[in-house]
């Protein structure tokens, strides 16, 4: 079977999965809740698990390793991996402190802040990440990259994350902001991968990013029995009162400006291994 079959073949098998397990039908029919929503957490590490032993399936039928692929616990892998947590850390705090000064909001201490839920919260994310890392890099970048070349292995699945960010619960043009951000956001987390051979340094920005927008700066709504706990920092005043552009356009921006210095910086390095 040609490489990119496989990698849709991969692609539908692991959307299934998520189907089931990570956007809550299987949840749906458990007649119990675990205390502290663990029933969620159980379901993300299984997609993992899943996604882990799957993508070393396939990684076998074609005569390679995970370590080709850049999954491995080598101490290169977690050192990107940690260089990766600190710069999303960073920068998705920077842009998260910018996004109030520019819609016009301040983040405020949230009540009953504990730190269970603060380690709680990264846990889940890092599990999460990791199953959404090897779903989308990995082994179908890999494959389409080989059939068709890495930017055009990029475009696919710029068009595939597209497509699984499409929500018929939202509309207009927040379902404009739900499509477009991970769509930019693997652009980015594409082209590191191609750029480092390893899943270390996406992965680390992945669960930086995610841990400052979730467990540190959250402008989710507070709900009961969520999956991962309320962050440190809250909005002090609604944001319905807010125009959607002011909230999504400085995440749409530094996706964009980030995607183009990482696209130049891979180049560079591709230019200089093609003059040598």
């Known amino acids: 079977m040609k490489p990119f079959l496989k990698a849709i073949l991969f692609l ?13 039908l299987i949840a749906f029919y458990i007649p119990f809740q675990l205390p502290h929503n663990l029933t969620m957490l159980i379901l993300f590490t299984l997609f993992t698990l899943s996604s882990w032993l799957i993508t070393k399936w396939f990684c076998k039928t074609d005569k390679i390793t995970l370590y080709d692929l850049g999954i491995s616990l080598k101490s ?8 990766g947590l600190l710069i999303g850390i960073v920068l998705w705090a920077i842009v998260s402190i910018l996004q109030s000064y520019i819609t016009g909001f301040s983040w ?6 504990s730190l269970y839920n603060i380690l709680y919260g990264l846990l889940f994310i890092f599990i999460a990440d990791l199953g959404t890392e090897l779903f989308t890099r990995g082994y179908p970048l890999k494959s389409f990259e080989k ?3 890495a930017n055009a292995a990029i475009i696919i699945m710029m068009f595939f994350v597209g497509l699984k960010s499409y929500s018929n619960q939202v509309e207009g043009e927040l379902l404009l902001y739900t499509i477009l951000i ?3 956001h693997t652009i980015f987390f594409s ?3 191609f750029k480092t051979n390893r899943l270390g340094a996406a992965l680390g920005i992945h669960t930086g990013a995610n841990f400052i927008t979730i467990s540190i700066f959250d402008l989710r709504p507070e709900q ?4 991962i706990p309320s ?11 807010f125009s959607l552009v002011c909230l999504q356009l400085p995440w749409v921006l530094m996706a964009l400006i980030f995607s183009i210095v990482v696209y130049f910086w891979w180049k560079k390095e591709k230019r200089h291994h093609n003059n040598v």
Do not use: H, M
């Open 12 to 24: 539908i098998i692991l959307t299934i999965l998520d189907f089931l397990l990570r956007k809550g």
């Open 76 to 83: 290169k892998n977690r050192l990107e991996f940690y260089y």
């Open 108 to 113: 405020e201490l949230r009540q009953n802040v």
């Open 147 to 149: 059939s068709f070349g």
């Open 182 to 184: 991970p769509v930019l």
């Open 191 to 193: 082209i590191i991968y």
């Open 224 to 227: 009961e029995n969520q999956a």
């Open 231 to 241: 962050g440190i920092f809250q909005s002090n005043v609604e944001l319905e009162n």
